[in-house]
């Protein structure tokens, strides 16, 4: 990846335009372009104000109760950190192997919360900018547009949303701060009438997921050009694959390779992930930047999430979504598999393949066993990582004699992702916004780019009389300029 | 058979203020349980307001949302919603307003009567406690609540 525009030889001398925070995504991220008289522009970062307190919040507590309090970090992937945190729990109670019941059961969650988090990113959060183009009027560049000019697409996103959530409820046992997944296995499988009426709806969104990927395809095809080089870059990559190469998005060992192919490390096991991966960190920045030990800092950056699983597995093990894969990665020579946006069509291969997955367990009879728990050595470290809808999830925790959590670290998608992200907003600001007048409409380039990799910044708080969106544009001399709002209501007003 | 009052709280049970949502359908549920006089009562609790929750509208009389607000005054507001598109509609976390638009756009109708209890929050951090002044507010607002309920049963 490069660093070109990541810092401006004379910052004092540019203005500064800041798009803060980024709508549609889920936390605190805020953009500043420096631009100079002429409105190119020198220097572009994306800031994201990543939450560290979650290791103090887990510290002193007893290693049971971390699955279900790990929930509370995140609104938006709480299953996510519910299941990463069961699997550190099992490596530290020596569980080498769950019961069938209790693995299928944490499958069929996983790929309840995969299903529910693409569709939602979809059809929600991307499609407007999609369906209506980047730069549209933003009256119609939200999902009320996408509802009112395509009322079908917008009603199977709400539907293909609320199945997800059902299987999670079904699986964890409340709809909310679910206890499903428990150190050493389950506390619950699935009763006949829970799997009856799952399985009376699955073939729907299989089929809806199916269309879903014929859409972005149609969408690819239609802008090729645009999409294609759309914050197109070079990266390395990183994600869970299982022993035969097929994509896992559950378990695994970890597989990297370079921006050319090439392997830099194969069925890595987890539990010593810091052995492959260190974190840089950078002055103006508060989250972290991961990198490949092997290749440092500046060379090491790497990308995960769908993009990346879809293009480094050998094969996706369900069959309508591997024949998706197969044309994804041909397509057009292989281009959209190394575009930015690609990380749609790849979003819409892996609900596909979640769909499908969820059809088969529920047609395996072990969701019902009642062989819930396993046991073990225990062990005074563990590590989980599981493939979360973003991207490679990393949970690690030490636990003393008296079974209190001592040290927590997790490193979670979005940091992962985070020189990726800067990167291909540089891409973007570079080609589209560079030399001319920045508009809302231009902005929202910047930010189609940042919601590609669907950011995910632990934020679960929230209150009524927020702001979404504030733009400003500063002088060289540090004077307000312009600014313009959007509120909640949708207004945008220019203030200055 | 669906509850005909549905009373929806939202919010973190682990930053701070944030916790009054499902901490007021909590206390609530309790208080339902005293008073059949109020008829079925259903009560849910959420992170965050999403897409999916408009299907929770359907076959209902009336509807009680509950969140921690920043910008309402002390001690609680309670006001008549309708259907309006507003920016959350584009983020993670959607208004109830916007939630009762998708509602009307995907069920090609009106939803039924919607109110909303905002409690004031003061502090949002995570591992915080709720203040002992959001514990003063989600007193009061169990009242207001009380009389919204018993007012139109």
């Known amino acids: 990846m490069s660093f070109e525009l990541e810092t401006a030889i004379s910052p004092e001398k540019l203005r500064r335009v800041a798009i803060d925070p980024v709508s549609r995504v889920e936390g605190h991220g805020k953009v500043t372009i420096l631009l100079d008289d002429d409105n190119k522009v020198h220097q572009v970062r994306l800031h994201i104000v990543e939450f560290r307190g979650f290791e103090k919040f887990i510290q002193g507590r007893p290693y049971w109760e971390v699955p279900v309090m790990v929930q509370r970090l995140c609104g938006i992937c709480p299953v996510s950190h519910h299941l990463a945190a069961s699997k550190a729990m099992d490596m530290m109670l020596g569980v080498k192997q769950l019961t069938p019941t209790a693995e299928k059961i944490r499958r069929l969650m996983h790929y309840g919360q995969i299903l529910q988090s693409h569709a939602l990113h979809f059809f929600h959060l991307a499609s407007p900018d999609l369906l209506f183009g980047f730069g549209s009027d933003i009256a119609a560049r939200n999902i009320v547009g996408v509802i009112a000019a395509h009322p079908e697409i917008a009603k199977k996103g709400v539907l293909l949303r609320k199945y997800g959530q059902e299987v999670i409820r079904m699986t964890a046992g409340k709809r909310v701060h679910g206890t499903g997944s428990i150190p050493g296995g389950v506390n619950k499988s699935l009763s006949a009438d829970e799997r009856a009426e799952l399985l009376k709806d699955i073939y729907q969104m299989v089929a809806w997921s199916r269309d879903a990927v014929g859409m972005i395809r149609r969408l690819f095809e239609q802008n090729l050009a645009a999409y294609n080089e759309f914050g197109r870059f070079r990266s390395s990559g990183?994600?869970?694959?299982?022993?035969?190469?097929?994509?896992?998005?559950?378990?695994?060992?970890?597989?990297?390779?370079?921006?050319?192919?090439?392997?830099?490390?194969?069925?890595?096991?987890?539990?010593?992930?810091?052995?492959?991966?260190?974190?840089?960190?950078?002055?103006?920045?508060?989250?972290?930047?991961?990198?490949?030990?092997?290749?440092?800092?500046?060379?090491?950056?790497?990308?995960?999430?769908?993009?990346?699983?879809?293009?480094?597995?050998?094969?996706?093990?369900?069959?309508?979504?591997?024949?998706?894969?197969?044309?994804?990665?041909?397509?057009?020579?292989?281009?959209?598999?190394?575009?930015?946006?690609?990380?749609?069509?790849?979003?819409?291969?892996?609900?596909?393949?979640?769909?499908?997955?969820?059809?088969?367990?529920?047609?395996?009879?072990?969701?019902?066993?009642?062989?819930?728990?396993?046991?073990?050595?225990?062990?005074?470290?563990?590590?989980?990582?599981?493939?979360?809808?973003?991207?490679?999830?990393?949970?690690?925790?030490?636990?003393?004699?008296?079974?209190?959590?001592?040290r927590a670290n997790l490193i979670v998608s979005t940091t992962h992702n985070n020189q990726a992200m800067n990167t291909a907003v540089r891409e973007v600001a570079m080609k589209y916004l560079s030399g001319k007048e920045i508009t809302e409409g231009l902005l929202n380039y910047i930010e189609i780019a940042i919601r590609a990799f669907d950011p995910c910044l632990s934020c679960a708080t929230h209150a009524l009389g927020q702001m979404p969106l504030e733009v400003a544009l500063v002088g060289a001399d540090g004077t307000l300029i312009d600014e313009v709002t959007r509120d909640q209501r949708g207004l945008t007003r220019a203030l200055a | 058979m669906t509850a005909p009052t549905l009373i929806f709280g939202w919010g973190n049970p682990s930053r701070g203020d944030d916790a009054l949502g499902p901490l007021f359908v909590e206390h609530f549920q309790s208080l339902a349980a005293l008073h059949p006089e109020w008829g079925e009562v259903e009560c849910l609790t959420d992170f965050q307001l999403q897409v999916e929750h408009a299907l929770d509208l359907q076959g209902r009389r009336r509807v009680l949302f509950v969140d921690a607000s920043l910008d309402t005054p002390a001690p609680c507001a309670l006001s008549r919603i309708e259907a309006a598109r507003d920016a959350s509609f584009t983020t993670h976390a959607m208004s109830p307003q916007a939630v009762l638009k998708v509602y009307a756009d995907i069920e090609d109708g009106a939803p039924p009567p919607c109110w909303l209890l905002a409690i004031r929050g003061e502090r949002f951090e995570l591992g915080e406690p709720l203040t002992e002044a959001a514990q003063q507010y989600l007193e009061t607002a169990l009242l207001v609540a009380a009389d919204w309920i018993a007012s139109a049963a």
């Open chain 1, 238 to 406: 990183m994600c869970l694959v299982r022993a035969d190469g097929a994509m896992d998005l559950y378990h695994g060992g970890l597989r990297a390779r370079d921006a050319d192919g090439n392997t830099l490390f194969d069925h890595f096991d987890y539990g010593h992930y810091w052995e492959v991966i260190a974190e840089d960190v950078k002055p103006w920045s508060y989250m972290k930047f991961p990198f490949f030990k092997s290749l440092g800092p500046d060379a090491g950056s790497y990308r995960v999430g769908p993009l990346t699983r879809v293009t480094q597995c050998d094969s996706i093990p369900t069959p309508l979504a591997d024949k998706e894969r197969e044309a994804f990665v041909a397509f057009d020579g292989g281009s959209a598999a190394g575009a930015t946006l690609g990380y749609h069509w790849a979003r819409m291969i892996e609900m596909l393949h979640a769909a499908e997955s969820v059809k088969d367990l529920l047609h395996d009879d072990d969701i019902t066993g009642a062989d819930l728990m396993a046991t073990g050595q225990r062990q005074e470290r563990g590590v989980g990582v599981i493939e979360a809808p973003r991207g490679t999830l990393i949970h690690h925790y030490r636990v003393d004699e008296n079974d209190q959590v001592i």
